[in-house]
Nanobody, 123 residues
Framework: QVQLVESGGGLVQAGGSLRLSCAAS????????MGWFRQAPGKEREFVAA????????SYADSAKGRFTISRDNAKNTVSLQMNSLKPEDTAVYYC????????????????WGQGTQVTVSS
Protein backbone atom coordinates (compact mmCIF):
# COMPACT_ATOMS: atom_id res chain seq x y z
CA GLN A 1 0.00 0.00 0.00
CA VAL A 2 1.47 3.29 -1.11
CA GLN A 3 1.51 6.06 1.44
CA LEU A 4 2.66 9.65 1.12
CA VAL A 5 2.64 11.60 4.36
CA GLU A 6 3.27 15.34 4.38
CA SER A 7 4.48 17.33 7.34
CA GLY A 8 5.83 20.77 8.14
CA GLY A 9 2.86 22.97 7.43
CA GLY A 10 1.72 25.68 9.78
CA LEU A 11 1.07 29.36 10.32
CA VAL A 12 3.77 31.84 9.34
CA GLN A 13 3.96 35.56 8.80
CA ALA A 14 4.50 37.01 5.36
CA GLY A 15 8.18 36.94 4.50
CA GLY A 16 8.79 33.88 6.61
CA SER A 17 9.84 30.37 5.67
CA LEU A 18 8.56 26.84 5.99
CA ARG A 19 9.97 23.50 4.99
CA LEU A 20 7.52 20.81 3.93
CA SER A 21 8.48 17.16 3.90
CA CYS A 22 6.84 14.12 2.39
CA ALA A 23 7.69 10.59 3.47
CA ALA A 24 6.89 7.86 0.98
CA SER A 25 6.38 4.16 1.60
CA UNK A 26 5.05 1.17 -0.29
CA UNK A 27 6.70 2.08 -3.59
CA UNK A 28 10.12 2.05 -5.16
CA UNK A 29 10.68 5.71 -4.54
CA UNK A 30 13.53 6.21 -6.99
CA UNK A 31 11.26 5.04 -9.82
CA UNK A 32 8.87 7.94 -9.38
CA UNK A 33 8.89 11.58 -10.24
CA MET A 34 7.69 13.64 -7.31
CA GLY A 35 5.69 16.80 -7.24
CA TRP A 36 4.19 19.36 -4.92
CA PHE A 37 0.78 20.87 -5.60
CA ARG A 38 -1.43 23.20 -3.63
CA GLN A 39 -5.11 23.97 -3.38
CA ALA A 40 -6.60 27.10 -1.92
CA PRO A 41 -10.27 27.28 -0.87
CA GLY A 42 -12.53 27.55 -3.89
CA LYS A 43 -9.70 27.03 -6.34
CA GLU A 44 -8.41 24.12 -8.37
CA ARG A 45 -5.35 22.18 -7.36
CA GLU A 46 -2.31 23.76 -8.96
CA PHE A 47 1.24 22.73 -9.68
CA VAL A 48 4.00 24.13 -7.49
CA ALA A 49 7.17 22.15 -8.15
CA ALA A 50 8.41 18.80 -9.42
CA UNK A 51 11.62 16.83 -9.36
CA UNK A 52 12.92 14.04 -11.55
CA UNK A 53 13.61 10.48 -10.42
CA UNK A 54 17.27 11.16 -9.67
CA UNK A 55 16.72 14.71 -8.49
CA UNK A 56 18.81 16.20 -11.25
CA UNK A 57 15.97 18.06 -12.94
CA UNK A 58 13.45 20.34 -11.29
CA SER A 59 10.51 22.36 -12.50
CA TYR A 60 8.65 25.21 -10.84
CA ALA A 61 5.50 27.18 -11.30
CA ASP A 62 6.17 30.82 -12.04
CA SER A 63 4.75 31.70 -8.62
CA ALA A 64 7.37 29.50 -6.94
CA LYS A 65 10.47 30.34 -8.94
CA GLY A 66 13.17 32.01 -6.90
CA ARG A 67 11.35 31.38 -3.61
CA PHE A 68 10.75 27.63 -3.37
CA THR A 69 13.20 24.76 -3.70
CA ILE A 70 12.26 21.13 -4.18
CA SER A 71 14.67 18.36 -3.25
CA ARG A 72 14.58 14.63 -2.68
CA ASP A 73 16.54 12.01 -0.78
CA ASN A 74 16.16 8.62 -2.43
CA ALA A 75 17.97 6.91 0.43
CA LYS A 76 15.33 8.17 2.87
CA ASN A 77 12.34 8.08 0.51
CA THR A 78 11.57 11.71 1.15
CA VAL A 79 10.86 14.80 -0.89
CA SER A 80 10.97 18.31 0.54
CA LEU A 81 9.83 21.77 -0.40
CA GLN A 82 11.71 24.69 1.11
CA MET A 83 9.52 27.77 0.92
CA ASN A 84 11.03 31.19 1.53
CA SER A 85 9.66 34.72 1.29
CA LEU A 86 6.15 33.43 1.81
CA LYS A 87 3.20 35.54 0.76
CA PRO A 88 -0.45 35.46 1.87
CA GLU A 89 -1.36 34.14 -1.57
CA ASP A 90 0.71 31.03 -0.81
CA THR A 91 -1.93 30.02 1.72
CA ALA A 92 -3.27 26.62 0.71
CA VAL A 93 -3.24 22.93 1.45
CA TYR A 94 -0.03 21.51 0.02
CA TYR A 95 0.07 18.00 -1.39
CA CYS A 96 2.93 15.80 -2.46
CA UNK A 97 2.40 13.38 -5.29
CA UNK A 98 4.21 10.53 -7.01
CA UNK A 99 4.00 9.63 -10.67
CA UNK A 100 5.75 7.74 -13.43
CA UNK A 101 6.40 10.92 -15.40
CA UNK A 102 9.43 13.05 -14.65
CA UNK A 103 8.81 16.66 -13.62
CA UNK A 104 5.19 16.51 -14.74
CA UNK A 105 3.08 19.60 -14.11
CA UNK A 106 -0.37 18.13 -14.66
CA UNK A 107 -2.42 16.67 -11.83
CA UNK A 108 -3.43 13.63 -13.86
CA UNK A 109 0.20 12.62 -14.42
CA UNK A 110 0.46 11.62 -10.76
CA UNK A 111 -0.81 8.31 -9.42
CA UNK A 112 -0.41 8.71 -5.70
CA TRP A 113 -1.24 11.60 -3.41
CA GLY A 114 -0.77 12.49 0.21
CA GLN A 115 -3.47 13.88 2.47
CA GLY A 116 -2.03 17.36 2.43
CA THR A 117 -0.66 19.81 4.96
CA GLN A 118 -2.07 23.27 5.61
CA VAL A 119 0.10 26.31 5.06
CA THR A 120 -1.28 29.64 6.22
CA VAL A 121 0.59 32.88 5.62
CA SER A 122 -0.64 35.90 7.53
CA SER A 123 -0.15 39.46 6.29
Amino acid sequence: QVQLVESGGGLVQAGGSLRLSCAASGLTFSNYGMGWFRQAPGKEREFVAAISLSGGITSYADSAKGRFTISRDNAKNTVSLQMNSLKPEDTAVYYCAAGRYSTAVLVDRYQYWGQGTQVTVSS
